[in-house]
């Protein structure tokens, strides 16, 4: 019996591989969908406030055909464009998954089966006397079909059955953005300054908008950095106003840092092991947290300079 049973493990492996690629693989992709769907749907906002922005120097509309020629709405739909791209790409990847979910979790309810089958037989046979060894496989062999149906259920629970709740495609989410962008082209200025205060920090994960802090950041850094060496030159030179000036700039400048920084700390601080290990694993994701960590090295090198400056100026 320790053959069968070694030959239902041997077939079981590389079936347990597959079902676990697929999930981490879907886990991966549908993370990077939805950085994709945040970005589009977020630029739609953006399209919001260029519109914003287009009105207040005089232009009128109220659709977005009507500002389609407006260079900082051109910018965002750029932006559209590649958060669309990207998320026909994956839901291409994600229906190979899919169609590869369904072939494992069939493999695995036939290799369930099979060895249903052969424990049924096994046990049918009372009157055989089994020898230790062979009474040993059998009991780890009426514990496989579990095992297996486990991970058959977890592509089922997790991929299959998930999808086809979803029913997610990429046409979806662009009409969606389509909604989205021609209510925030109707919104009143006030409106929009109050939403937009409150989504601060649920905008944290926005690739281009991390990116965009990150810049901000590291402008405000370097500034911070040449204001001291300003505030330096100028109590060698005996001007204290001057240095005192500088230096008032250069804490100003760390301000900035704090606030563009902020929102990032208080959605990394919450954030649970698993959505940070999932992060981990997307490209865009490293993305993020390689921005997030260089902003906090500029930031504390920035702080660093600023109070060294303070100190040899007093």
Not at 231 to 238: F, I, P, R, V
Request: with cysteine; hydrophobic share 35%.
């Amino acid at each position: 019996m320790s053959k069968e049973l070694d030959k239902f493990k041997k077939d079981f492996a590389p079936l347990k591989k597959a079902a676990e690629k697929c999930q981490n693989d879907y886990k991966v992709h549908t993370t990077n969908r939805e950085h994709h769907k945040q970005m589009m749907m977020e630029s739609a906002k953006e399209i919001g406030r260029a519109v914003q922005e287009a009105k207040n120097g005089g232009a009128t509309g109220d659709k977005l055909a009507d500002f389609i020629t407006d260079k900082n709405v051109k910018v965002v739909l750029k932006t559209v464009a590649t958060a669309d791209k990207a998320m026909n790409k994956e839901e291409a990847t994600l229906k190979k998954i899919m169609s590869s979910a369904g072939t494992a979790k069939k493999s695995l309810m036939d290799l369930k089966k099979k060895v249903e089958k052969e424990v049924a037989a096994r046990k049918k046979k009372k009157t055989r006397k089994l020898l230790p060894k062979d009474s040993k496989s059998l009991a780890e062999m009426e514990k496989l079909p579990k095992e297996i149906g486990d991970q058959a259920q977890g592509l089922e629970d997790h991929i299959i059955g998930m999808e086809a709740i979803l029913k997610w495609t990429a046409a979806k989410e662009y009409k969606g953005f389509e909604k989205i962008a021609a209510i925030e082209i109707k919104m009143t200025k006030a409106d929009r300054k109050g939403r937009d205060t409150g989504e601060t920090d649920n905008r944290a994960f926005d690739l281009r908008l991390v990116q965009k802090a990150h810049n901000g950041v590291k402008k405000a850094a370097e500034a911070a950095k040449k204001l001291c060496i300003d505030a330096l030159k100028a109590n060698k030179a005996g001007d204290k106003g001057a240095a005192k000036s500088s230096l008032d700039k250069a804490y100003a400048a760390l301000k900035q840092i704090e606030k563009a920084k902020a929102p990032y700390d208080r959605a990394f601080k919450t954030m649970n092991p698993y959505d940070l290990k999932t992060m981990k694993q997307s490209a865009d994701g490293k993305k993020i947290i390689a921005a997030y960590t260089n902003m906090g090295n500029l930031q504390k090198d920035a702080k660093k300079a600023v109070v060294g400056t303070a100190r040899k100026s007093v």
